[in-house]
């Protein structure tokens, strides 16, 4: 009972906290001043906390399951540290933008990191639910 729960809030902070990646990186395609402050704010609050959750009831997960030395946990491991650099970077881009009042100069980076968010958290929907190698 007590891993089925764990394994419940683990994907509740995932979608809390992809979806808040998702709102700031969309955020920082077309930003205004107002639009950047309660994003920055949301994520400081919100889907900071959410990816750290993540982080802890992850490794709570692999610990009680044995699965340190499984492949597919690590390929895993590899793509949720880069969605959270991913993270960091855009949480970064829409902080400097605030305080330069320089809202359009993320644009540019800001579309392949969507796209690389999708592909990674792809991979470690695949890796969980396979389990290959």
Same mark, same amino acid.
């Given at each position: 009972m007590l891993y089925l729960l764990t394994k419940s809030l683990h994907i509740l902070a995932v979608i809390i906290w992809l979806s808040g990646?998702?709102?700031?990186?969309? %955020?920082?395609? $077309?930003? %205004?001043?107002?639009?950047?402050?309660?994003?920055?704010?949301?994520? $400081? $609050? /919100?889907?900071?906390?959410?990816?750290?959750?993540?982080?802890?009831?992850?490794? /709570?997960?692999?610990?009680? %399951? %044995?699965?340190f030395g499984a492949i597919w946990l690590w390929v895993k491991l590899a793509a949720v540290f880069v969605l959270s650099g991913m993270h960091g970077m855009l949480s970064g881009q829409a902080k400097r933008s605030l305080l330069s009042d320089d809202t359009e100069s993320a644009q540019t980076s800001v579309k392949p990191v969507l796209l690389l968010m999708m592909l990674l958290v792809?991979?470690?929907?695949?890796?969980?639910e396979t389990k290959l190698y």
């Open positions: 990646m998702v709102a700031l990186a969309l %955020g920082l395609l $077309k930003p %205004g001043r107002t639009q950047l402050q309660l994003l920055s704010t949301w994520d $400081k $609050k /919100v889907t900071t906390p959410a990816m750290a959750l993540v982080w802890v009831l992850g490794l /709570v997960l692999v610990y009680w %399951g %044995g699965w792809s991979l470690a929907i695949f890796m969980v």
